[in-house]
């Protein structure tokens, strides 16, 4: 073991198999933690606006309590009587005159021995009764936070009141020690106690709720994930199992209906495509493999001949049948390479217009004579602009053509008419048609319905399927349309905007 190795194993791999759970893992972490952020912010919210509503009322109730207690002192004062001084709630009364206060209760009793009154004397005026307001007072050097009816000077908030000489007697005002004229002021502090303990606790509460909120959300998030992924972790491991030579597995669609439902059925949906398309591959190359194999067959077998009895054979037809034999397999070899790029949905070489009317009518004069009389005609009574490709047009015209030239009698027609949007050409031969059964059939690979015929006149069984993959390619539709003399092939495609129309 070298200096190196142990290096290696500070991680640990994981394999491809174990990768997926990893990652479903995370989704669930994941998850939880979305839950519980999402969770934390809404519960921080709401514990913020918790945390001031109980702080507003609080101050409120606090108020009220000093206004009714500023009510009471009033009362007192009004009837000639002195307020005790043993009030819990800070409270002193001035007057005008006076250079001492009239009267004091609570932390204002006790916190400022041997001084003046300590709130500001009446001013001159109307009274009235003053909303809520903050006065300045001197810093209490006796503070002590512990109590909680002690006030630490500064600025105070206050409720007040005035009291006009009017309201008092001359024997009332001066069993309180003030003149007859002389203006008294009450003032009652608001002690932040309540309201702050009110709001601790509340937020306390709040805090230790919320947390145990949280876990418990993010707990609940974890498992119920953890539990509507067990359906995708049974899919994947069934996906897992599917391969190339044995694409037949189908996951179990649950009956729930949910989105899990949904993605069984999908994938069930894409395993049978592609178990389809692998079979159609397998048939595809079985056939292809079969139709060459027919002419190199008989290739070989007249070279063979020929070579074995070189004095006895025709050399001139021995040479037309080997050149025969290889046009066909010139012929199948090209269809074979524009069916794979066919496949590959290989982009066309640029979108132009062709004239199909004109196309058509150029084929049928250019249509090399066969060895039986047939009659080809063009009807078309205007241009009919397609988009696309003008080879692959011509490729997909001509096999149409030749499959006809096959079965047909004795005519063969080619209509061109334009209907709204689309060019419908069809091709229509006078033959034996084709039966109702094999509509669909006959545009498949490799597929002849003329066993009867040799394989030399008979075609390849590529030109009908090459034919529709190109209108498709093109956007277009290529069918059977049943007809009760011959068989008749139309083909739609989208018909090109004039210039006046872009």
């Not at 007057?95 to 004397?121: C, E, I, Q």
């Not at 046009?327 to 062709?354: I, K, N």
């Amino acid at each position: 073991m070298n200096a190196t190795e142990p290096r290696r194993r500070w991680w640990r791999r994981t394999s491809p198999r174990t990768r997926p759970r990893t990652w479903l893992r995370s989704v669930r972490a994941r998850a939880a933690l979305a839950a519980a952020s999402t969770a934390a912010v809404i519960l921080a919210g709401i514990g913020w606006w918790i945390h001031s509503d109980v702080h507003r009322q609080s101050t409120q109730i606090v108020e009220e309590q000093a206004r009714v207690q500023l009510e009471s002192l009033c009362e007192q004062l009004r009837q000639g009587v002195v307020p005790v001084s043993t009030s819990a709630v800070p409270y002193e009364v001035v007057a005008t005159g006076r250079r001492t206060a009239v009267a004091s209760g609570g932390a204002l009793s006790t916190a400022y021995p041997g001084t003046h009154h300590v709130m500001p004397a009446p001013p001159a005026g109307t009274a009235e009764l003053i909303p809520p307001t903050t006065v300045h007072i001197p810093v209490n050097r006796h503070y002590e936070p512990r109590e909680k009816f002690d006030m630490a000077g500064g600025t105070q908030r206050v409720v007040t009141a005035d009291i006009q000489p009017g309201d008092l007697k001359r024997g009332k005002a001066a069993a309180l020690g003030v003149a007859a004229d002389a203006r008294m002021r009450v003032y009652v502090v608001l002690l932040p106690y309540t309201a702050e303990a009110n709001t601790k606790i509340t937020d306390r509460l709040l805090l230790q709720a919320g947390l145990v909120g949280l876990v418990l959300i993010a707990a609940v998030a974890y498992f119920a994930v953890r539990i509507a992924l067990r359906p995708v972790e049974a899919i994947r491991v069934l996906t897992a199992s599917v391969t190339a030579n044995d694409p037949r597995e189908r996951v179990t669609v649950p009956a729930t209906g949910h989105e899990i439902t949904a993605l069984a059925t999908t994938i069930n949906s894409t395993l049978q495509r592609l178990d389809d398309a692998a079979a159609q591959q397998r048939r595809f190359v079985a056939d292809a493999a079969h139709e060459l194999r027919s002419p190199l067959t008989t290739l070989l077998a007249s070279l063979e001949v020929a070579l074995a009895y070189p004095e006895r054979t025709d050399w001139p037809a021995a040479a037309t049948t080997a050149a025969r034999q290889t046009r066909r397999l010139q012929a199948l070899a090209e269809d074979l390479l524009l069916l794979a790029r066919l496949d590959t949905r290989a982009p066309t070489t640029g979108p132009e217009t062709v004239d199909l009317t004109d196309l058509a009518s150029r084929l049928t004069e250019q249509y090399p004579v066969t060895e039986r009389p047939l009659t080809l005609t063009c009807d078309s009574t205007a241009p009919a602009p397609a988009p696309g490709n003008p080879d692959e047009y011509e490729r997909l015209l001509r096999n149409l053509i030749d499959n006809a030239a096959r079965h047909a009698t004795h005519r063969i027609q080619i209509t061109v008419r334009t209907q709204n949007a689309w060019v419908v050409l069809t091709v229509h031969d006078d033959g034996p048609g084709v039966p109702t059964a094999d509509a669909e059939r006959i545009f498949e690979r490799f597929v002849r319905l003329d066993d009867a015929r040799s394989r030399d006149q008979g075609g390849t069984g590529l030109g009908l399927a090459i034919a529709r993959d190109l209108a498709h390619r093109h956007r277009g539709t290529l069918t059977l349309t049943p007809r009760t003399l011959g068989a008749c092939f139309e083909l739609r495609l989208p018909r090109a905007p004039a210039p006046a129309e872009k």
